[in-house]
Protein backbone atom coordinates (compact mmCIF):
# COMPACT_ATOMS: atom_id res chain seq x y z
CA UNK A 1 0.00 0.00 0.00
CA UNK A 2 1.13 3.36 -1.13
CA UNK A 3 0.90 6.45 0.69
CA UNK A 4 -0.82 9.73 -1.91
CA UNK A 5 -0.32 13.27 -1.42
CA UNK A 6 -3.91 14.58 -2.25
CA UNK A 7 -4.78 18.53 -3.15
CA UNK A 8 -8.91 18.52 -2.88
CA UNK A 9 -12.16 20.73 -2.59
CA UNK A 10 -14.45 20.10 0.39
CA UNK A 11 -18.23 21.25 0.05
CA UNK A 12 -17.28 24.65 0.63
CA UNK A 13 -15.09 25.08 -2.02
CA UNK A 14 -12.08 25.48 0.15
CA UNK A 15 -8.93 23.53 -0.66
CA UNK A 16 -7.53 21.01 1.73
CA UNK A 17 -4.23 19.08 1.80
CA UNK A 18 -3.36 16.00 3.05
CA UNK A 19 -1.78 11.94 2.99
CA UNK A 20 -3.36 8.93 2.75
CA UNK A 21 -2.75 4.99 2.23
CA UNK A 22 -4.46 3.50 -0.69
CA UNK A 23 -3.18 0.62 -3.17
CA UNK A 24 -3.53 2.62 -6.35
CA UNK A 25 -4.30 6.39 -7.28
CA UNK A 26 -7.72 5.42 -8.33
CA UNK A 27 -8.38 4.03 -5.04
CA UNK A 28 -6.52 7.11 -3.57
CA UNK A 29 -9.28 9.63 -4.85
CA UNK A 30 -12.05 7.53 -4.62
CA UNK A 31 -11.43 7.31 -0.76
CA UNK A 32 -11.64 11.55 -1.34
CA UNK A 33 -14.88 10.96 -2.55
CA UNK A 34 -16.19 9.08 0.06
CA UNK A 35 -15.15 11.62 1.94
CA UNK A 36 -16.97 14.35 0.41
CA UNK A 37 -14.06 15.73 -1.56
CA UNK A 38 -13.29 16.58 -4.50
CA UNK A 39 -9.80 15.53 -5.71
CA UNK A 40 -7.61 18.15 -7.49
CA UNK A 41 -3.92 16.63 -7.42
CA UNK A 42 -3.43 13.07 -6.39
CA UNK A 43 0.61 12.43 -6.41
CA UNK A 44 2.22 8.98 -4.79
CA UNK A 45 4.75 10.22 -1.83
CA UNK A 46 7.53 7.99 -2.96
CA UNK A 47 7.54 10.07 -6.26
CA UNK A 48 7.05 7.20 -8.73
CA UNK A 49 3.64 8.37 -10.19
CA UNK A 50 1.88 10.88 -10.28
CA UNK A 51 -1.51 12.14 -10.74
CA UNK A 52 -3.98 15.16 -12.00
CA UNK A 53 -7.49 14.92 -12.06
CA UNK A 54 -8.44 12.07 -13.82
CA UNK A 55 -5.11 11.49 -15.47
CA UNK A 56 -1.63 9.84 -14.75
CA UNK A 57 2.09 10.61 -16.06
CA UNK A 58 5.15 9.40 -14.91
CA UNK A 59 7.74 11.05 -12.84
CA UNK A 60 11.12 11.32 -11.70
CA UNK A 61 12.18 8.40 -8.65
CA UNK A 62 12.97 11.12 -6.64
CA UNK A 63 10.56 12.01 -3.31
CA UNK A 64 7.62 14.91 -3.42
CA UNK A 65 8.61 15.41 -0.28
CA UNK A 66 11.21 18.33 -0.17
CA UNK A 67 13.10 20.23 2.55
CA UNK A 68 13.34 19.53 5.90
CA UNK A 69 11.73 19.20 9.36
CA UNK A 70 12.54 20.72 12.72
CA UNK A 71 15.32 19.27 14.73
CA UNK A 72 12.51 19.10 17.67
CA UNK A 73 10.04 16.96 15.14
CA UNK A 74 12.94 14.68 14.52
CA UNK A 75 13.89 14.33 18.38
CA UNK A 76 10.25 13.52 18.60
CA UNK A 77 9.08 11.00 15.98
CA UNK A 78 12.77 9.32 16.52
CA UNK A 79 11.45 8.71 20.06
CA UNK A 80 8.19 7.26 19.25
CA UNK A 81 9.78 5.26 16.79
CA UNK A 82 12.31 3.74 19.11
CA UNK A 83 9.16 3.44 21.80
CA UNK A 84 7.28 1.14 19.78
CA UNK A 85 10.04 -0.77 18.38
CA UNK A 86 11.71 -1.77 21.77
CA UNK A 87 7.90 -2.93 22.55
CA UNK A 88 7.76 -5.53 19.34
CA UNK A 89 5.82 -3.55 17.38
CA UNK A 90 6.90 -4.02 13.74
CA UNK A 91 9.04 -1.10 11.98
CA UNK A 92 6.16 -0.40 8.82
CA UNK A 93 3.07 -0.35 12.25
CA UNK A 94 5.50 1.69 14.28
CA UNK A 95 5.78 4.74 11.39
CA UNK A 96 1.62 4.46 10.58
CA UNK A 97 1.24 4.87 14.21
CA UNK A 98 3.39 7.99 14.31
CA UNK A 99 2.43 9.12 11.89
CA UNK A 100 -0.72 8.84 12.39
CA UNK A 101 0.04 10.62 16.45
CA UNK A 102 1.29 13.85 14.55
CA UNK A 103 -0.58 16.72 13.87
CA UNK A 104 1.87 18.10 11.29
CA UNK A 105 1.60 17.24 7.97
CA UNK A 106 5.13 17.47 6.89
CA UNK A 107 5.66 14.87 9.37
CA UNK A 108 2.79 12.70 8.05
CA UNK A 109 3.29 12.62 4.67
CA UNK A 110 7.26 12.23 5.41
CA UNK A 111 6.11 9.25 7.79
CA UNK A 112 4.25 7.96 5.37
CA UNK A 113 6.50 8.16 2.21
CA UNK A 114 8.97 6.08 4.51
CA UNK A 115 6.66 3.59 5.35
CA UNK A 116 5.56 2.90 1.76
CA UNK A 117 9.38 2.12 0.89
CA UNK A 118 9.58 -0.19 3.66
CA UNK A 119 6.55 -1.68 2.50
CA UNK A 120 7.97 -2.24 -1.39
CA UNK A 121 10.61 -4.08 0.37
CA UNK A 122 13.00 -1.54 0.63
CA UNK A 123 15.22 -1.85 4.00
CA UNK A 124 14.74 1.13 6.72
CA UNK A 125 18.16 2.86 5.89
CA UNK A 126 17.53 2.85 2.17
CA UNK A 127 14.16 4.79 2.85
CA UNK A 128 15.19 7.45 4.95
CA UNK A 129 18.61 7.76 2.61
CA UNK A 130 15.82 9.46 0.16
CA UNK A 131 15.47 12.42 2.71
CA UNK A 132 18.77 13.34 3.18
CA UNK A 133 17.76 17.08 4.71
CA UNK A 134 15.84 15.54 7.05
CA UNK A 135 17.68 12.67 8.03
CA UNK A 136 21.75 13.30 8.39
CA UNK A 137 24.30 10.45 7.04
CA UNK A 138 24.82 9.63 10.88
CA UNK A 139 21.28 8.53 11.29
CA UNK A 140 21.47 6.82 8.35
CA UNK A 141 24.04 4.85 8.50
CA UNK A 142 23.60 3.80 12.32
CA UNK A 143 20.18 2.22 11.62
CA UNK A 144 21.91 0.51 8.57
CA UNK A 145 24.38 -1.10 11.29
CA UNK A 146 21.32 -1.72 13.41
CA UNK A 147 19.42 -3.24 10.82
CA UNK A 148 22.30 -5.48 9.39
CA UNK A 149 23.47 -6.66 13.54
CA UNK A 150 19.05 -7.30 14.21
CA UNK A 151 19.72 -4.64 17.44
CA UNK A 152 16.77 -1.55 15.32
CA UNK A 153 15.20 -1.03 18.44
CA UNK A 154 18.52 -0.44 20.70
CA UNK A 155 19.70 1.32 17.33
CA UNK A 156 17.02 3.48 17.83
CA UNK A 157 17.01 4.29 21.30
CA UNK A 158 20.36 5.92 21.04
CA UNK A 159 19.69 7.73 18.21
CA UNK A 160 16.47 8.80 20.06
CA UNK A 161 18.98 10.24 22.47
CA UNK A 162 21.79 11.75 20.46
CA UNK A 163 18.59 13.53 18.68
CA UNK A 164 16.93 14.67 21.84
CA UNK A 165 20.76 15.68 23.07
CA UNK A 166 21.55 17.66 20.39
CA UNK A 167 18.09 19.51 20.10
CA UNK A 168 18.82 20.39 23.62
CA UNK A 169 22.45 21.44 23.26
CA UNK A 170 20.49 23.87 20.50
CA UNK A 171 18.38 25.37 22.45
CA UNK A 172 20.57 25.94 25.18
CA UNK A 173 23.43 27.57 23.14
CA UNK A 174 20.42 29.78 21.34
CA UNK A 175 19.08 30.77 24.87
CA UNK A 176 22.17 31.72 26.31
CA UNK A 177 22.60 34.38 23.13
CA UNK A 178 19.63 35.81 23.23
CA UNK A 179 20.28 38.23 26.50
CA UNK A 180 23.91 39.18 24.78
CA UNK A 181 22.28 39.92 21.68
CA UNK A 182 19.21 42.17 22.62
CA UNK A 183 21.88 43.95 25.27
CA UNK A 184 24.31 45.00 22.13
CA UNK A 185 21.53 45.38 20.28
CA UNK A 186 19.87 47.75 22.83
CA UNK A 187 22.92 49.76 23.87
CA UNK A 188 23.88 50.61 20.27
CA UNK A 189 20.15 52.12 19.88
CA UNK A 190 20.40 54.08 23.12
CA UNK A 191 24.63 55.44 22.73
CA UNK A 192 22.53 56.41 19.23
CA UNK A 193 19.53 58.19 20.08
CA UNK A 194 21.80 60.29 22.65
CA UNK A 195 24.21 61.12 20.06
CA UNK A 196 22.00 62.11 17.53
CA UNK A 197 19.03 63.88 19.39
CA UNK A 198 19.26 64.09 23.09
CA UNK A 199 22.62 65.86 23.14
CA UNK A 200 22.42 68.66 20.54
CA UNK A 201 19.39 69.81 22.45
CA UNK A 202 20.62 69.89 25.54
CA UNK A 203 24.08 71.70 24.32
CA UNK A 204 22.79 73.91 22.32
CA UNK A 205 22.19 76.12 25.03
CA UNK A 206 25.50 76.99 24.74
CA UNK A 207 25.80 78.08 20.99
CA UNK A 208 25.62 81.53 22.09
CA UNK A 209 27.90 81.72 24.40
CA UNK A 210 31.66 83.59 23.96
CA UNK A 211 33.18 80.56 25.79
CA UNK A 212 34.97 77.84 24.36
CA UNK A 213 33.86 74.46 25.07
CA UNK A 214 35.59 71.56 26.34
CA UNK A 215 37.50 69.29 24.37
CA UNK A 216 35.40 66.18 25.68
CA UNK A 217 32.28 68.25 24.50
CA UNK A 218 33.34 69.28 21.28
CA UNK A 219 34.30 65.32 20.45
CA UNK A 220 31.09 64.82 22.06
CA UNK A 221 29.34 67.07 19.19
CA UNK A 222 31.42 66.17 16.36
CA UNK A 223 30.31 62.35 17.37
CA UNK A 224 26.92 63.73 17.27
CA UNK A 225 27.02 65.32 14.07
CA UNK A 226 28.52 62.42 12.32
CA UNK A 227 25.55 60.43 13.48
CA UNK A 228 23.07 62.31 12.23
CA UNK A 229 24.34 63.26 8.89
CA UNK A 230 25.92 59.56 8.48
CA UNK A 231 24.41 57.61 10.42
CA UNK A 232 21.64 55.58 8.23
CA UNK A 233 24.01 55.33 5.48
CA UNK A 234 26.31 53.35 8.34
CA UNK A 235 23.91 51.01 9.22
CA UNK A 236 23.20 50.81 5.59
CA UNK A 237 26.38 49.91 4.77
CA UNK A 238 26.45 47.57 7.97
CA UNK A 239 23.59 45.79 6.66
CA UNK A 240 24.69 44.88 3.22
CA UNK A 241 28.19 44.18 4.25
CA UNK A 242 26.26 41.61 6.49
CA UNK A 243 24.60 39.77 3.48
CA UNK A 244 27.95 40.15 1.40
CA UNK A 245 29.45 38.31 3.98
CA UNK A 246 26.87 35.39 4.05
CA UNK A 247 26.90 35.19 0.88
CA UNK A 248 30.79 35.45 0.35
CA UNK A 249 30.30 32.56 3.40
CA UNK A 250 28.92 29.90 0.95
CA UNK A 251 32.28 29.80 -0.82
CA UNK A 252 34.53 26.89 0.87
CA UNK A 253 37.71 28.69 0.28
CA UNK A 254 36.87 32.44 2.07
CA UNK A 255 34.80 30.47 4.47
CA UNK A 256 38.24 28.58 5.72
CA UNK A 257 39.94 31.89 5.72
CA UNK A 258 37.67 33.15 8.28
CA UNK A 259 37.00 29.94 10.06
CA UNK A 260 40.98 29.44 10.51
CA UNK A 261 41.58 33.16 11.75
CA UNK A 262 38.83 32.28 14.13
CA UNK A 263 41.23 29.55 15.08
CA UNK A 264 43.42 32.02 16.48
CA UNK A 265 41.74 34.62 18.32
CA UNK A 266 41.36 33.93 22.57
CA UNK A 267 39.09 32.89 23.81
CA UNK A 268 36.63 32.12 21.00
CA UNK A 269 39.78 29.09 19.71
CA UNK A 270 38.45 27.35 23.08
CA UNK A 271 35.04 27.82 22.59
CA UNK A 272 35.41 26.68 18.79
CA UNK A 273 37.28 23.71 19.54
CA UNK A 274 35.12 22.83 22.24
CA UNK A 275 31.96 22.86 20.49
CA UNK A 276 33.53 20.75 17.29
CA UNK A 277 35.15 18.34 19.52
CA UNK A 278 32.00 17.45 21.72
CA UNK A 279 30.00 17.58 18.79
CA UNK A 280 32.76 15.29 17.04
CA UNK A 281 33.32 13.07 19.89
CA UNK A 282 29.53 12.20 20.65
CA UNK A 283 28.68 11.31 16.97
CA UNK A 284 32.20 8.67 16.88
CA UNK A 285 30.48 7.68 20.36
CA UNK A 286 26.82 6.72 18.68
CA UNK A 287 28.22 5.18 15.65
CA UNK A 288 30.60 2.87 17.62
CA UNK A 289 28.34 1.53 20.05
CA UNK A 290 25.73 0.95 16.89
CA UNK A 291 28.49 -1.33 15.13
CA UNK A 292 29.68 1.33 12.66
CA UNK A 293 32.81 0.76 11.19
CA UNK A 294 35.88 3.19 12.62
CA UNK A 295 36.85 4.48 9.11
CA UNK A 296 33.00 5.32 7.99
CA UNK A 297 32.32 6.46 11.77
CA UNK A 298 35.49 9.23 11.20
CA UNK A 299 33.95 10.72 7.68
CA UNK A 300 30.55 10.71 8.84
CA UNK A 301 32.20 12.02 12.34
CA UNK A 302 34.12 14.61 10.02
CA UNK A 303 30.22 15.75 8.78
CA UNK A 304 29.59 17.21 11.54
CA UNK A 305 32.15 19.53 12.64
CA UNK A 306 31.48 22.83 11.24
CA UNK A 307 34.99 24.63 11.40
CA UNK A 308 36.79 24.17 8.18
CA UNK A 309 40.31 23.55 8.70
CA UNK A 310 39.44 20.56 12.17
CA UNK A 311 37.38 19.18 9.16
CA UNK A 312 40.33 18.74 6.91
CA UNK A 313 42.37 17.36 9.91
CA UNK A 314 40.31 14.80 10.63
CA UNK A 315 39.59 14.01 6.62
CA UNK A 316 43.61 13.76 6.99
CA UNK A 317 43.70 11.55 10.56
CA UNK A 318 40.57 8.93 8.61
CA UNK A 319 43.13 8.65 5.75
CA UNK A 320 46.17 8.04 8.26
CA UNK A 321 43.74 5.17 9.62
CA UNK A 322 43.04 3.78 6.62
CA UNK A 323 46.88 3.16 6.29
CA UNK A 324 47.65 1.58 9.42
CA UNK A 325 47.51 4.54 12.37
CA UNK A 326 45.41 4.29 15.26
CA UNK A 327 42.74 6.63 15.58
CA UNK A 328 44.45 8.12 19.16
CA UNK A 329 48.12 8.98 17.01
CA UNK A 330 46.07 10.17 13.94
CA UNK A 331 43.73 12.58 15.93
CA UNK A 332 47.05 13.65 17.99
CA UNK A 333 48.92 14.90 14.93
CA UNK A 334 46.01 17.33 14.23
CA UNK A 335 46.85 19.74 17.15
CA UNK A 336 43.24 20.34 17.51
CA UNK A 337 41.63 18.09 20.14
CA UNK A 338 42.41 18.22 23.68
CA UNK A 339 44.48 15.29 25.74
CA UNK A 340 42.03 14.40 27.74
CA UNK A 341 40.14 12.73 24.62
CA UNK A 342 43.30 11.47 23.46
CA UNK A 343 43.73 9.85 26.13
CA UNK A 344 40.57 8.54 26.80
CA UNK A 345 40.29 6.99 22.78
CA UNK A 346 43.64 5.36 22.96
CA UNK A 347 42.65 3.69 26.51
CA UNK A 348 39.64 2.26 24.79
CA UNK A 349 41.76 1.13 21.29
CA UNK A 350 44.19 -0.67 24.02
CA UNK A 351 41.56 -2.43 26.29
CA UNK A 352 39.05 -3.09 22.96
CA UNK A 353 36.29 -0.63 24.71
CA UNK A 354 36.58 1.61 22.00
CA UNK A 355 32.46 2.35 22.44
CA UNK A 356 32.66 2.97 25.94
CA UNK A 357 35.47 5.13 26.07
CA UNK A 358 34.18 7.54 23.51
CA UNK A 359 31.22 7.73 25.28
CA UNK A 360 33.47 9.04 28.31
CA UNK A 361 35.32 10.85 26.12
CA UNK A 362 31.52 12.61 24.56
CA UNK A 363 30.61 13.40 27.99
CA UNK A 364 33.63 15.24 29.42
CA UNK A 365 33.50 17.25 26.09
CA UNK A 366 30.38 18.07 26.80
CA UNK A 367 31.02 19.24 30.22
CA UNK A 368 34.21 21.33 29.70
CA UNK A 369 31.70 23.01 26.43
CA UNK A 370 28.96 24.13 29.37
CA UNK A 371 31.77 24.98 31.50
CA UNK A 372 33.34 27.40 28.46
CA UNK A 373 29.90 28.88 27.87
CA UNK A 374 29.63 29.20 31.47
CA UNK A 375 32.35 31.58 32.06
CA UNK A 376 32.18 33.28 28.19
CA UNK A 377 28.62 34.51 29.02
CA UNK A 378 29.57 35.31 32.75
CA UNK A 379 32.69 37.64 30.91
CA UNK A 380 30.49 38.70 28.44
CA UNK A 381 27.56 40.17 29.46
CA UNK A 382 29.42 42.23 32.34
CA UNK A 383 32.05 43.76 29.67
CA UNK A 384 29.11 44.93 27.57
CA UNK A 385 27.39 46.62 30.69
CA UNK A 386 30.50 48.13 31.40
CA UNK A 387 31.25 49.67 28.03
CA UNK A 388 27.44 50.88 28.24
CA UNK A 389 28.04 52.63 31.18
CA UNK A 390 31.43 54.42 30.31
CA UNK A 391 30.06 55.74 27.14
CA UNK A 392 27.00 57.03 28.59
CA UNK A 393 29.13 58.49 31.06
CA UNK A 394 30.88 60.20 28.81
CA UNK A 395 28.14 61.47 27.17
CA UNK A 396 26.86 63.14 30.79
CA UNK A 397 30.52 64.31 31.40
CA UNK A 398 30.43 66.24 27.83
CA UNK A 399 26.97 68.11 29.18
CA UNK A 400 28.02 68.69 32.66
CA UNK A 401 31.34 70.27 31.89
CA UNK A 402 30.69 73.26 30.64
CA UNK A 403 27.84 73.93 33.25
CA UNK A 404 30.76 73.81 35.62
CA UNK A 405 33.22 75.77 34.06
CA UNK A 406 29.85 78.99 33.52
CA UNK A 407 29.44 78.11 37.54
CA UNK A 408 33.76 78.74 37.97
CA UNK A 409 32.90 81.93 36.06
CA UNK A 410 30.70 83.08 38.44
CA UNK A 411 31.75 82.47 41.00
Known sequence: MAAFEYLALDERGREKKGVLEADTARLARQLLRQQSLTPLEVAETSGRNRARGNGAKKSASTPTFRGGIRTNDLALLTRQIATLSAAGTPLEESLSAVSRQSE????????????????????????????????PEIYQATVS?????????????????????????????????????????????IVSFLLAYVVPQVVQVFDGMDQELPALTQAMLAASAFVREWGLL????????????????????????????????????RLIRGFNTAQFARTLSILAAS?????????????????????????????????????????????????????????????????????????????????????????????????????????????????????????
Not at 313 to 334: D, F, H, I, K
Request: charged content about 20%.
Open 145 to 189: AGEQSGHLDAVLERLADYTEERQAANATVKKALIYPSVLVVASIL
Open 104 to 135: KQRVKSLLLSVRSKVMEGHSFASALSDYPKVF
Open 234 to 269: VAGVAVVSVIVFQKAMQGEAFKTRVHSVLLKLPLFK
Open 291 to 411: GVPVLEALDIGAQVISNRPMRKAVNTAAAQVREGSTLSNALERTGYFPPMLLHLIASGESSGQLDSMLEKAATHQERELNSLMAIFLGLFEPVVILIMGGVVLTIVLGILLPIFEMNQLVN
